[in-house]
DNA sequence: GATGTTTGTGCAAACGTTTGTATTATTAAA
DNA sequence: TTTAATAATACAAACGTTTGCACAAACATC
């Protein structure tokens, strides 16, 4: 491996010049920068980042945590952050935590021992507030939180906008003239949840339809609970349902067609997150888009800027032949041009 | 922040004890070990592993280089890379090519500028040989690649079996009754698919059916072209199709129904990757499933060992309702219980 | 021409750890 | 008791870079 001292000395200067030149101080002739570059290109020199950290005490490593990296959400996410923190010069180290408060606080540890610049983070469900983050990272490690935060913790925070998304999704249903809108709600413990069965209810209201809590169906996340939710909404006697996951969304159509019902004829449905497979169905399911790979990017940038504000990232209101009344399907897709 | 050299203050020892007492050197007495651990948990020390890195000229980071991190296959292997890695006690720096060569030699440069351990990766489209990676990674730097190998460099290689699961798909065809079967085989200047048409080939041969070039359809790869390699394949007489990947399997599912045919009764289809959206479709589809998680452990097993052999990893052929004509229709999905 | 100001380099310490060698303390053998 | 062996620790250099300070040369000011 060539140093700096290797070019220092084939050069007649010292390691200093060579530092300097390299990292563009101006306290350098541009006569020397020159001779120093070229001279480090030939012997094809690459300076080592972890002695430059070490000495720094700084490094060009983020770190990101996510629950799961081959979650589909979280890998976007990665991606996005990717995308910009590579460009700015800096590499990505991953952990997963499982979804484990023990695994996020190593991860947390694994961090802070390799001295990166930041966290990025989005916490496990096991994690039940952040106090950990701050004991183990301390306060010399700028962090970033996204999807899943935690707002007694400093920096910056980038979410979804999930009460604006669930209100549109919402109100999607009511312009496609749907009258008796329904909810698979999910769990009420997280924000996110919470946040969408708020959308929903106020677009009901803003649309001057009544909130009924009887069509408001609660711990609704997968495909089965969907296509349980999805009979029960039947039996309740409605004709959508705006639904805050896209396997909920799919159980429900399943429900909806095992009783013979047209959709989006006689049955209106909206997912939520566009799970790739929402395009891809026999009717292409509408979904309420997240916006991953953005959240990736704009965490990123939260990081770089170095401040601490919160950024609401918006969700899209995909839609697609499940809850389209006013055109014909969409069979682009199944007989193309 | 807390060093060894605080710990060997506090003691009234040197640094030296404290670094060899703290790695478990068997030149500490007992005694001073415990002393120097317990002061350590109470200064509250954590090993700066920059530091340590610099000195030792290895870290415990290894490299992943895939095209995308957002492709389910890439994230999968990174999640059962990192789920072997991190017991290991390694952590994962990633990288993305974006398919792009220039994308992947900074990569490299990336990581070797960061002394990582070892590198895992998987070459872009645009790499068109390996020099790039002797050449920028040297010769000290242990090297795995998996799916996209270049077989002219050293190391490890992890890669599917494309012919054996091939040839069990097709197989898997004939002993459904189907006679006169077609292949989607993808694009020949990717080994993998080649070998699928091997495997497929095979197959016919072994079970006494005729290899007919006429109902070989190439460069089918995404859902449109499968749609018309689909229509292709009935005008040809084809009672069965096995589809080198899962979204030309969707195309050509969706091919079948339009004139009407029923899957599986008239026409059986097996699609390869095992995409999530095969497992979520109406009917589900049968696919050769690709063991991305357990390609990621192999990598990382095969890091851990240091040796250089190629790990073939099984590829499972998951059969679904779309190539099962000897049950009923798997409707446990759609009536749950 | 003496003084002050730039400008460009060199010197040397530092970042925190690891490790080969030297040194001391302890024990065993003669 | 002396000597040899061993055990435990100290010493100091190294890893490759960065950076405050010192220094010299070149230039400008009066």
Redesign the pocket.
């Known amino acids: 491996?060539?140093?700096?001292?290797?070019?220092?000395a084939a050069l007649?200067?010292?390691?200093?010049?060579?530092?300097?030149?390299?990292?563009g101080?101006?306290?350098?002739?541009?006569?020397?920068?020159l001779a120093v570059e070229q001279m480090a290109a030939e012997m094809g020199?690459?300076?080592?980042?972890?002695?430059?950290n070490?000495?720094?005490?700084k490094s060009d490593i983020v770190g990101v945590i996510v629950p799961r990296i081959h979650r589909e959400f979280f890998s976007n996410v990665i991606g996005g952050a990717e995308s910009i923190l590579n460009a700015a010069g800096y590499s990505v180290l991953i952990c997963q935590t499982h979804e484990e408060f023990d695994a996020e606080v190593k991860a947390l540890r694994t961090m802070r021992n390799n001295q990166v610049a930041g966290v990025l983070m989005s916490h496990a469900i096991g994690a039940m507030d952040g106090t950990h983050v701050l004991d183990t990272l301390g306060d010399s490690i700028p962090l970033v939180q996204f999807d899943r935060v935690f707002s007694s913790l400093p920096g910056a925070k980038v979410v979804s906008n999930n009460f604006q998304g669930a209100y549109e999704a919402t109100k999607h249903l009511v312009s496609q003239g749907y009258r008796r809108i329904g909810t698979l709600a999910g769990y009420m413990n997280s924000e996110a949840y919470a946040a969408r069965l708020d959308g929903y209810r106020k677009a009901l209201e803003d649309n001057g339809l009544p909130v009924d809590e009887t069509i408001v169906f609660y711990d609704t996340i997968v495909r089965e609970t969907g296509f349980e939710g999805g009979l029960k909404a039947l039996e309740a006697g409605c004709d959508a349902l705006y639904c805050a996951g896209d396997f909920c969304a799919l159980g429900a159509i399943e429900a909806v067609r095992s009783k013979g019902l047209r959709i989006p004829e006689d049955f209106g449905i909206v997912g939520t997150a566009n799970e790739s497979f929402t395009a891809l169905m026999t009717p292409t399911i509408s979904s309420l888009a997240l916006n991953p790979f953005e959240m990736g990017r704009q965490s990123a940038l939260a990081f770089l800027s170095g401040e601490g504000e919160t950024v609401v990232v918006p969700m899209e209101l995909k839609v697609r032949d499940s809850s389209n009344r006013n055109r014909q399907l969409n069979l682009t897709h199944i007989c193309p041009k």
Chains 1, 2 share one sequence.
């Not at 020199?45 to 430059?52: D, F, L, T």
């Open positions: 491996m060539v140093t700096i001292s290797d070019i220092a007649g200067v010292t390691p200093s010049t060579v530092s300097r030149a390299l990292s101080s101006p306290r350098v002739k541009e006569e020397t920068r020199y690459e300076r080592n980042i972890v002695a430059s070490l000495r720094k005490g």
